[in-house]
């Protein structure tokens, strides 16, 4: 097992040898600062990364115009710190909410496009009144997507998200309503998930003006920085799709190869809501799919890459073994893979998900600074880390690893 790479001098961004490299990732890793900047906060995906961290191997490893590719994105992240450093990136979910967050955070919008958002902002402020009525779409509710949405506490809040929908619906370009939809699904989350008091229909209205202004002074951030690094924005996609055989997508195939690979799959053994809010107690709703416009995969499974039941997290590791196969083969050499992950009992999934890296052809690579330090490996803690639910085992999900690998030679 080597030490992490030199990067190459006349390839990396900053021409330094490994030990100032390592030392930027782990002052990055350390960081404990809220999430902030750009377009981070147009939504609180669950497990998100730290910014930072993305931003400091981005830096170490890619140089502008390489690809840097995030196949569990969520909520795009890596995709946002890759436009804003002028690298190319690819990012895929599989989760139809994650590719719509990611989407909307890595749209540049024009100055004009933004002036049309605050005045649509002002005029839908006006027009959230529970009581008049709301259309809400036919489809969604014979769905159930709504669930939970109609009790004496949540009403009003559900009407007020179905008239704002309305309004969103009604703007000239897909592009418009999709930042707006994001706006209400920024605002609905801190109105709903995981409340125990609800905010009121005024709150709701003034938290979604708050939420739009302060969105749309995000995304003149990010034009800016973008225009900034590069004369040309880079290219960024997004994916609708299972990492699991992605070697195969004509999209990620054909062009460049990744430089860099960072991401985060789902936790062994941690459950973590990606696809619900938890309202009224802990009654779980599927309204942010509702909100985005977007169809809802599955059950919690389907996004996990297991289910709540069994010790030995069996087909989580099936799963997790068909996705490292599929991201290896779109390595080079040259690639850095860098994943964060949490253990509810790292004392034995750690090894075991290092046997399936292992196993298809990914060697680990450690920090020089690390060396006498534990396991060597890059720990760290995430501050206000939450999770919803089974926090059985030795670790409550708050401190992850960062895991370096490099394709064996
Ligand atoms: C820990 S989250 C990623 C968070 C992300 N790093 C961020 O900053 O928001 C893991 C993601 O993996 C996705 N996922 C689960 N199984 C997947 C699969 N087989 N292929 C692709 N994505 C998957 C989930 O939908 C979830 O969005």
């Given at each position: 097992m080597g030490n992490l790479d030199k990067p190459n001098a006349k390839k990396s961004a900053l021409a330094i040898g490994s030990r100032r490299a390592a030392s930027l990732l782990i002052e990055a890793a350390g960081d404990t600062s809220p999430v902030a900047g750009f377009t981070h906060n147009f939504y609180r995906y669950p497990a998100r990364f730290s910014p930072k961290l993305v931003r400091a191997a981005i830096e170490i490893f890619t140089q502008p115009g390489d690809l840097i590719l995030d196949p569990f994105v969520g909520g795009g992240t890596t995709l946002v710190e890759a436009l804003a450093l002028g690298r190319h990136a690819i990012g895929t979910d599989i989760s139809s909410l994650a590719t719509f967050v990611s989407e909307v955070k890595t749209t540049l919008y024009t100055e004009q496009e933004l002036n049309t958002l605050i005045k649509w902002i002002r005029r839908v402020r006006e027009g959230i009144n529970i009581?008049?009525?709301?259309?809400?779409?036919?489809?969604?509710?014979?769905?159930?997507?709504?669930?939970?949405?109609?009790?004496?506490a949540t009403w009003r809040l559900g009407k007020g998200i179905a008239q704002v929908l309305a309004s969103a619906k009604r703007l000239s370009t897909p592009q418009l309503e999709a930042f707006a939809r994001c706006a209400v699904l920024r605002t609905a989350q801190w109105a709903l998930d995981g409340r125990k008091k609800l905010p009121s229909i005024d709150g709701f209205r003034?938290?979604?003006m708050?939420?739009?202004?302060?969105?749309?002074d995000g995304a003149r951030e990010l034009r800016k920085a973008v225009s900034a690094a590069a004369e040309r924005p880079p290219v960024i996609r997004c994916l609708n799709r299972s990492t699991s055989g992605l070697e195969t997508e004509k999209l990620v195939t054909t062009g460049r190869k990744p430089r860099l690979v960072i991401t985060s799959p789902p936790y062994p053994g941690v459950h973590v809501l990606y696809h619900r809010w938890q309202v009224d107690g802990r009654k779980e709703t599927p309204a942010p799919f509702w909100i985005a416009n977007r169809l809802d995969g599955d059950g919690a499974a389907y996004y996990t890459m297991g289910d709540r039941g069994g010790t030995e997290l069996n087909k989580y590791f099936a799963s997790l073994r068909a996705s490292l196969q599929s991201i290896a083969a779109l390595c080079t050499h040259?690639?850095?893979?860098?994943?964060?992950?949490?253990?509810?009992?790292?004392?034995?999934?750690?090894?075991?998900?290092?046997?399936?890296?292992?196993?298809?052809?990914?060697?680990e690579r450690f920090l020089p600074q690390l060396?006498?330090?534990?396991?060597?490996?890059?720990?760290?803690?995430?501050?206000?880390?939450?999770?919803?639910?089974?926090?059985?085992?030795?670790?409550?999900?708050?401190?992850?690893?960062?895991?370096?690998?490099?394709?064996?030679?």
């Open positions: 009581w008049s009525p709301a259309h809400v779409n036919a489809k969604y509710e014979a769905a159930g997507y709504m669930r939970h949405l109609n009790s004496a003034d938290a979604l708050s939420n739009t202004v302060d969105m749309i040259e690639t850095m893979v860098i994943q964060v992950v949490a253990f509810s009992e790292p004392s034995w999934m750690l090894s075991r998900y290092l046997s399936v890296a292992d196993d298809v052809g990914l060697r060396s006498n330090v534990g396991d060597r490996r890059l720990w760290r803690t995430v501050p206000n880390r939450k999770w919803y639910a089974d926090q059985r085992g030795e670790t409550n999900g708050s401190q992850e690893v960062v895991l370096f690998h490099r394709l064996k030679s």
